[in-house]
């Protein structure tokens, strides 16, 4: 199937400001059930230097810097992908050990995954919640991941929040509310926290809707060895398929934001963003 995804964002400032260089991060990641056969950045103003490059995580980068004043910033990114036929239940976990839980990662995977194991402090109640639903999955890795990212979508309304960061997992446990990127900042850390490499997801979701209405959605990965980086969404509950479009991948959120860079000057800005999936 091929899909065009055509992603505006659009920044207004109240007063002349200069833009410091800025990383863009737009560009789908190729998988073994995606192709990118075209992807292009419309860029106003024109930056005056443009290098594509790859940073810390091997996420694609459109690194962009600047000269003179502008009162506004805008991007539309246009990506055409081409998916094909994919079973998230297709793989083999191996060494046998880690389909019981807990498993321990050995000494150099625990050096290579190293930032995406390091979790923070949670609650005894959300310990608590993951310990149950484990406990009902017989230990085993993949039900418990299963049954474990059901449960979150069960158990908590999913919202939409433009901006921010993810609210901190306990925050989020109590609520039982949060958008894609709170949902899925608090597994991270849950599953951390039971020795899981976890990091968070940017990207794009596609499903049939009657009336389209699609945002930049997150959603969560472990790592599992024998089967490599495995897909969690716990906003729908699922794991992912050949509809999530991945962007960006990092055991810090902070490193996956679709636009990151400063300006100088005082002004106040709005931001607007527009995003469509169409199949072709």
Known sequence: ????????????FDSDVFLEPHYLRF?????????VTNFSLEIS??????????????NSINFCWYEGMTNQLQITATS?????????????VYPLAFNQLPFQYNALQKKILFSALE??????????????????????????????????????????RE??????PDITFQLKR????????????????????ARFVSGYYYFDMLQPEYELHAWVEVF????????????????TGNTHFPIASSAYFEQTMPVSGGIRGSANSTLKTNLSIETL
Not at 4 to 10: E, S, V
Request: with cysteine.
């Open 1 to 12: 199937m091929t899909f065009k995804i055509t992603h505006q964002t659009h920044y207004t």
């Open 27 to 35: 560009r789908p990641r190729a998988t073994a059930y995606l192709d």
């Open 45 to 58: 103003p024109q930056p005056i230097g443009h290098k594509v490059i790859l940073d810390e995580d091997h």
């Open 80 to 92: 055409i992908l081409e998916t094909k036929d994919f079973n998230p239940f297709e793989f083999l």
């Open 119 to 160: 979790g923070q402090l949670i609650s005894q109640e959300l310990l608590d919640y993951g310990a149950a639903i484990m406990e009902g999955s017989q230990c085993k890795t993949i039900p418990y991941l299963r049954h474990l990212t059901k449960q979150l979508h069960d158990d908590f309304i999913v919202e939409y």
């Open 163 to 168: 901006v921010g960061s993810p609210l901190a």
């Open 178 to 197: 949060g958008s894609c990127r709170d949902l899925s900042w608090m597994q991270i850390h849950l599953l951390r926290q039971q020795g899981f490499a």
């Open 224 to 239: 599992l060895p024998g089967t490599g980086w495995i897909g969690l969404d716990p906003s729908h509950g699922m794991l």
